[in-house]
């Protein structure tokens, strides 16, 4: 039962959070995802934005061709499955999705889920035991994390992106049965870029595997979007590889495992978030076929994010902004405090910029900033718009002069 106490406790808890400035409130959108937007403001009236805290990286989520994909194969395949994959809920569609990322990525095989999350959450325990060892990099995903926490396996954990520090959690675990360093590929927070060839260097040498989360590399690095292995020439060294058709290839849901023959075989036998959700809606696989073959066909809109992401991060420094040096489409504004951070963000949706102030527990005390994602679907004029706006909030709130 619901008891009063637990009421007032969860109540006071609430007030503590907003108390301390760390109430994340939801933003509601009546258009498209797409590079602008309309959103609900507070005082109940709508506000058109230019929007840039979506993972939208290749501006594909309103996509006409995606969207007409998407609703013939839903005609042609029907709502939803009702049902998991190994009773009836296994379609074509799907082995020709598993087909398709696993020649785009250039793995043996493809493991769909309903999100990455999912993925994350089902890759480790069937795979690894007490007698093995998981190698996390101290800022992975919560996905991961989670998923780590399923698993038996023994965990160590570095300090982000040091590799002596993941040389020293290898050194420590001579006698495991099997090694896995896990990594994301771009961190989402910060925008930096996993140090794989040093990583996959060190799994060569004492024998570990690697896998990648490449939720935020998929579609944006590499000269054709395949990502991390693809942005530092090392294709064919990673051994399993997550990532979501929730950001760059559409922005719907699902996501999927791929890697190994063997790996996968047998994620399909025991991986617990496959085995006991329904299957990937058709739509969203019909969608995600369009998206890879226009990723395939053509580079122009990567190189169209990789040139909007550049300009942006040259204007917003030459305001005199603190923005990390990154080579992906996520450029942190680094504010350091929290409420200054809530604050901007709010300021800066009365301007016509849509941004997100990130705080605590997301981001560590101290460690405040407003994340900016570029979109190759953004224009100049609207990057510009977004450098004045920034600027004009920044010189009020004393964070530039």
Avoid: W
Avoid at 5 to 22: D, P
Avoid at 46 to 66: K, P, Q, R, V, W
């Amino acid at each position: 039962m619901f008891s009063q106490e637990m009421q007032e406790e969860l109540r006071a808890s609430l007030q503590e959070i907003e108390s301390q400035g760390l109430m994340k409130n939801e933003r509601v959108l009546s258009t498209p995802q797409g590079a602008k937007i309309r959103t609900l403001k507070t005082d109940g009236t709508m506000h058109t934005s230019i929007n840039f805290c979506a993972n939208n990286y290749l501006g594909l989520a309103d996509s006409t061709e995606i969207i007409q994909a998407a609703s013939d194969t839903m005609r042609a395949r029907g709502y939803g499955l009702s049902s998991v994959r190994f009773i009836c809920g296994t379609q074509d569609i799907h082995k020709e999705l598993e087909a398709q990322v696993s020649e785009f990525l250039g793995t043996d095989d493809t493991i769909l889920y309903a999100a990455c999350f999912d993925a994350n959450g089902g890759v480790f325990e069937p795979l690894l035991g007490a007698e093995d060892a998981i190698i996390s990099d101290a800022l992975n995903h919560a996905s991961i994390i989670d998923g780590v926490r399923l698993c038996k396996a023994t965990r160590f954990r570095y300090e982000h992106s040091d590799m002596e520090d993941l040389e020293r959690c290898l050194l420590e675990t001579p006698d495991a049965r099997y090694r896995l360093i896990c990594t994301d590929g771009v961190f989402s927070m910060d925008g930096d870029i996993a140090k794989l060839p040093e990583i996959c260097k060190l799994a060569e040498q004492y024998n570990a595997l690697v896998m990648v989360d490449e939720c935020h590399a998929t579609g944006v690095l590499g000269a054709t979007g395949r990502g991390t292995a693809e942005h530092f020439g090392l294709e064919g060294r990673v051994d399993i590889i997550t990532t979501t058709f929730g950001k760059a290839l559409g922005g719907a849901s699902g996501g999927c495992v791929s890697g190994r023959r063997e790996i996968i075989a047998l994620l399909r036998q025991r991986s617990r978030p496959y085995l006991f959700s329904n299957t990937l809606a058709p739509a969203v696989a019909g969608g995600t076929l369009k998206a890879l073959e226009l990723l395939s066909g053509s580079s122009k809109l990567i190189g169209r994010l990789h040139e909007n992401t550049r300009y942006f991060k040259e204007q917003m420094k030459a305001a005199g902004f603190e923005i990390p040096d990154t080579a992906s489409a996520i450029v942190p504004v680094m504010l350091y405090d929290e409420k200054l951070a809530l604050k901007a963000a709010d300021m800066l949706l009365e301007e016509g910029i849509y941004v997100i102030g990130f705080a605590y527990p997301v981001v560590p005390k101290g460690k405040a900033r407003i994340r900016v994602q570029l979109s190759a679907a953004h224009t100049h004029d609207q990057l510009d718009h977004a450098v004045s706006a920034f600027s004009q909030v920044g010189r009020e709130l004393g964070v530039i002069q």
